[in-house]
């Protein structure tokens, strides 16, 4: 099962609106967490029961470990957060 967690986030907006996520941090209950995006693997728009967003794979380092995330910007409510199913 999915659930979110917000997180605060560092991006780039390119020239042509497009985001580029560069780094974000998350309380994960015992601690902040930091994480630094390497690469972007995909990005798609995505609509769920009205909810419109862009979700982004990327390859990152959260602290020494490079995991694949799962991150998702929220159009209309202008929010990022991360998928936890996908931070182990």
């Not at 917000?6 to 601690?31: H, K, T, W, Y």
Request: aromatic letters at 12%; one cysteine or more; hydrophobic letters at 40%.
């Amino acid at each position: 099962m999915d659930y979110s967690t917000g997180v605060d986030m560092i991006a780039v907006c390119n020239a042509d609106g497009s985001f580029q996520p560069l780094r974000f941090r998350f309380d994960d209950g015992a601690e902040t967490q930091r994480v630094r995006v390497l690469e972007i693997l995909s990005c798609k728009e995505v609509r769920y029961v009205n909810v419109e967003a862009y979700e982004y794979v990327c390859r990152a380092l959260v602290g020494d470990q490079e995991q694949v995330l799962r991150i998702r910007y929220g159009i209309r409510a202008h929010r990022w957060s991360l998928f936890q199913s996908e931070f182990h």
